[in-house]
């Protein structure tokens, strides 16, 4: 175990204090990028289903237009949720380098639309089984994720915060280990969390009167606070991305 897994709460916050710096124009920007994006394709693709079926309403029965429901909204639910994974990875990405120090580009916004450009490309990615699931891995590591927490909260408030807090470092995992299958990406969050749960949790503590403030001019400093504590988790994260899967 390295020196940087003893660093303290303090230590996490301030590195992440001076990584921020002057950072959080380009990175509220990564999110909106993201948000509009999610979106755009979200409506886009519920445009085009919905297009097809008012072309149908003129060509089939009721029965028919119901079956063809059945048959179109599967693979159309498939691919917004490999882009919902794309623009997460991509958003994650974005964060974690940056508070690294790097200077990663919008231009690599670009890749999200990787083998989607071309109709060839498109019957390539989506008619190989094996490269289809490969395409989901993302999408299907958040939407487990969210399921999970939303379970933990259905079940009473402390189980949801400690299964958000086990599932907190999955967005990191699953940039830095994209050869990991969702299940292997949950519990490499849940065992790089492994006796570190108090510890983010008394973190959160320390930023709560920071929180409470940025909540006072009707919430407006939450533009600003959300970008900065995405900071702090990754500082968080690389202070204890050591550990091994169990």
Known sequence: MTASAHKS???????????????????????????????????????????????????????????????????FALIWLIFQGRVWIWQSNFVLRKSRGENPSFTD?????????TKDEIKSSLLDVNNVLKLLWPGFTLLLMVIAIDLGYLLLIVPGIIISFMLIMVPFVAVEEPQLNPLQVLQKSADTM?????????????????????????????????????????????????????
């Open 109 to 117: 916004f670009n890749n999200l639309f990787l083998g989607f450009t």
């Open 9 to 75: 709460n303090e230590e996490i916050i301030e590195e992440a204090k001076v990584a921020f710096k002057g950072q959080w124009g380009d990175v509220i920007l990564a999110f909106i990028l993201s948000a509009v994006i999610n979106s755009l394709i979200g409506l886009g693709l519920f445009a085009i289903l919905g297009v097809i079926q008012f072309i149908a309403s003129f060509i089939f029965s009721y029965e028919i237009r119901g079956l063809l429901s059945l048959v179109l909204i599967p693979p």
């Open 194 to 246: 492994n006796g570190h749960k108090m510890k983010l949790f008394y973190c959160y503590l320390k930023l709560l009167p920071l929180f409470i403030l940025c909540l006072l001019p009707c919430g407006i400093g939450l533009l600003w606070f959300g970008p900065y504590m995405s900071f702090v988790l990754a500082k968080f994260y690389d202070a204890h991305r050591i550990n091994e899967v169990r």
